[in-house]
Each structure stands twice: as C-alpha cells, then as structure tokens.
C-alpha cells in the first residue's frame, strides 16, 4: 500500500509501527456552528481511508478531537447570553448528525478539549522544563528558535518564516515566530487554574495531548485538511517532539480544498454552504458519494451541476443493485449456469475487485476505485438476466454491496416513507419512552435510520430529517 506523505512530499509503501494495527489522529471542528461543506471533505476522506484498513485487517483506533473551547464559542455564547457549554454541546450534537447522515463510522474516542487541560499544563510543563518554551506574564510561548527541524512539515525555512512575520514592540514573544500554548484569563471568559495563572490553553497544544493520550507518544497516520499544515500541525509536530523526545507522527496526510463554483468559499462571496444547506437539496450519500468521486489530494469544485451528477453515478450504483435484487426473488434457476461457471472461474467477478483495491492501494485512489465499481455494474447490467442463476446474481450483488461498504457509500436505495408514516412511527417511540420501554424505542429510531430518516431529540421535541 502507497501513502503520500506529506512530510517527505512523495508516496511511501506502508508499514505500521506495530503490526496488525493502525493509530490514527485527525484533526476535529471547533463547535461552534454547523460544519460547512469543506468541513464534511476530510471527515468523509479519514473515514474511508480507516474503512479500508479495517477492510484490509488491521485493527484501527481513530481518535478525532472536538475543540470545545475558542475565541468563536465564547464569542457566539456571548452574544446569545449563554454559557459556553451551551454552545459547544449544541453543535457537538448537531455534528454528530451530520456525521451519522454522512454515513462516518463513530470513532473509538472523540475527547475534548476541556476534559484534557490537565494534560496540556502538564505538557507544556515539561516543555518549559526542557528549555522550549516560556513564561511572560500569565503566557506560555513555544520557542521555535530552540526546535531547530520546525518548518520541516511545510517545507518553511525558519529565517524566511521571521522574515515574512511582523512583531510589534511591545510583544511579549521572543520571536515572531514562537507561538501560545497557554493565554491569561480575560474578563468574562471560561479559564482553569494553572501554574502560571489561570487561563485556557492554546489551539494548537491541545491535539498533541490528546493524540499522545489515546495513541501513544508515536503515531501511525495524522491526517486534516491542506490548511491545516502551516501553522497547527507545524507546531503539533514542534511541541509533540520536544515534549516527549520521540518521533510524532509516520505519516502525514491531507486532503486538498473544496472550492464553490471555482471559487474559494467564503461568507463574504455569499458562496458558503453548510452541510445542512446542500441537504436540502441533496441526500447525505449524495454528498458522500460526490466527495469520493475526486481524489482526496485533487481540488474538488462543488456546483450543483457536479453534485446532479454524483446523484445520477450513484442511481446508477442503486438501480442496478435494486435489478439484481428484483432478479433473486422472480429467477427459478439456483445453481451457476456453464456460462456463468466459466466467468467466475476465470475471474472475471474478481477482476472488478482486484482494481478496486488497486486504486485504494495507490494513495486511496478513490475516484478509480468508484470506475471499478461502474465497470461491476455495467457487467452486471449486460450479462445477468430472467434465465440467470440465483447464485450468479447473488454473487453479483454481494460483490457491489462489498465495495461499496468498503467505501461506505449507500448501494441499497433507502425506502421512501410518506410523512405521517414517520410521524407515526415517531410517536410510537415517544409512547414506548414514555413507557420505559427503551428497546422498542430504539429499535423504532434505527429502523428509520435504515430507511434514511434521521432523528433528533431537542427541547422542543423531535425533528426528524431525510438523509
């Protein structure tokens, strides 16, 4: 298997640190709204990238962080009068919704920031101790002068770096350069006890925390959006090799921008669209479907006549799906025809997959592994029909349902429901929590996630939306 990294600008054949087993990192939202389109591209990519080594055996612990604490959370709690936890809580949730409709299998931890603060005093600690970083008036700065590989991500030559960086005179920093791992507490804002004083700890100190706490001091793969190269996972790499003395992270990979009609999405352009908005007019395995048809290190343009077409590629995927579905239950012949014997004998059914894993084993290839998909569906259309064999189309249908998954994208069209079924079936279950009868409540919302319809429990009772 062939990973670009990042760190050494070309592809590396693959090998884990220990065998059998992969330890990923990935940088998660700052909760402060609903995640944008952009947002769901890395979410989308890390999770299939870990759906393909799970494919492949290894055993994957993945950890994606939520930044609960930040100038925009505080910013926004101010401005409705409300604590800061309202806040992050609130779009915690509502991420892990999009996250749920987006088909994202749900990580084996998920910390925050302020459960890990403890952890970062004592990181920045020992930073302090081993001569990286220092204090000046309640702030702790990393001293990149004293890092001397820092730039080595992004290929920055620290001199052009101070070069290019403006300092004000009466800044406390040594270097324009250094950055904050712990600020004062100012007026009005959330802070914790510390050795300096109280106050909250920097952005970029809380990943390296987390990420050695659930992984371990060295890492398999880190994994973010383009921006996130220079300066965050720059300094992760700086306070992480300093603190612990050990090499941080393999393999750095990270997925290129989505641009809105080959532009740069931005509020101020009247382009910036979140997950919630393009679900009104999409499914979420639309939007999936549409992420995974580009490869994660190529720019991706997103425009309405580009998500129509994933929609008809991935109609495509289900129609022929549901055709074989439909041929199972009216065919009468059970066992393999000679014709179809000799196919699969010859490996033609194989074929589809030995490209598939090609593709994904080249860098996640995953627009060439969605062309060996259409190419099994295309097979399937021309050489199954009313005197094909139970066995031959099964075999056909398990074959896409399996890449597929691999993928997670939804080959099983969702049943359509009529409005007051789901009405229905929603009061149902309010009944049944009413009743404490929590198996057949639960039982009530995954049948309906199974049909697309997700559920959202909030104070003023339940809404429910289609993926």
């Known amino acids: 298997m062939k990973i670009y990294n990042t760190l050494t600008n070309q592809k590396e054949t693959f090998k884990s640190i220990e065998d059998g087993k992969v330890k990923m990192y990935v940088c998660g939202p700052t909760v402060y709204n609903y995640i944008h389109i952009g947002n769901a591209r890395p979410v989308i990519v890390f999770d299939t990238i870990r759906r393909y080594f799970e494919y492949k055996g290894y055993d994957v612990t993945f950890v994606t962080n939520f930044t609960d604490i930040d100038d925009k959370i505080i910013k926004k709690a101010n401005e409705e009068g409300v604590d800061y936890k309202v806040i992050s809580e609130r779009f915690i949730k509502e991420f892990l919704v999009d996250s749920q409709g987006l088909n994202v299998k749900a990580a084996t931890h998920t910390p925050k920031a302020t459960e890990e603060v403890e952890g970062m005093i004592q990181m920045i600690e020992a930073l302090i101790q081993k001569g990286y970083a220092y204090e000046v008036n309640g702030s702790v700065y990393f001293e990149t002068k004293k890092y001397k590989p820092y730039g080595k991500l992004s290929n920055k030559n620290q001199d052009d770096l101070e070069a290019g960086a403006r300092i004000a005179v009466d800044d406390e920093k040594r270097n324009p350069m250094d950055f904050i791992l712990w600020k004062p507490k100012k007026e009005g804002e959330p802070a914790w006890k510390s050795p300096w004083g109280e106050g909250r700890p920097g952005w970029h100190i809380e990943c390296s925390v987390m990420s050695k706490k659930f992984l371990g001091d060295t890492i398999d793969i880190h994994g973010g959006g383009e921006d996130l190269v220079f ?19 393999k393999y750095w990979m990270h997925n290129r921008f989505l641009n809105i009609d080959n532009k740069k999405m931005s509020k101020s352009q009247g382009n910036f669209f979140t997950v919630r908005d393009v679900e009104q ?5 639309d939007i999936r479907f549409f992420m995974l048809s580009a490869h994660y290190r190529s720019p991706i343009n997103f425009s309405h006549d580009l998500m129509q077409a994933a929609v008809s590629g991935l109609e495509r995927i289900q129609t022929a799906r549901s055709n074989l579905a439909y041929l199972i239950e009216c065919v009468s012949l059970e066992a393999l025809t000679e014709t179809e014997n000799q196919m699969v004998a010859d490996g033609k059914v194989k074929a589809f997959r030995d490209k598939f894993e090609a593709s994904m084993e080249d860098d996640f290839n995953t627009a060439d592994a969605i062309s060996a998909i259409f190419e099994l569906v295309k097979f399937a259309n021309k050489n199954t029909s009313t005197a094909s064999s139970k066995a031959f189309v099964t075999i056909l249908l398990d074959e896409i349902d399996a890449l597929c998954g691999i993928l997670g994208i939804e080959a099983k069209r969702a049943e359509t429901l009529l409005d007051e079924e789901i009405d229905a079936l929603i009061q149902k279950r309010q009944d049944a929590r009413k009743n404490r009868d929590f198996a057949l409540a639960d039982h009530i919302r995954d049948t309906l996630k199974d049909k697309g319809i997700l559920l959202e429990d909030t104070r003023e009772g339940v809404r429910w939306h289609r993926s």
């Open 281 to 285: 007019d999409f499914s979420y395995a």
């Open 231 to 249: 300066p965050h996972h720059e300094n992760e790499i700086a306070q992480s090799e300093a603190a612990n003395g050990k090499d941080f992270v």
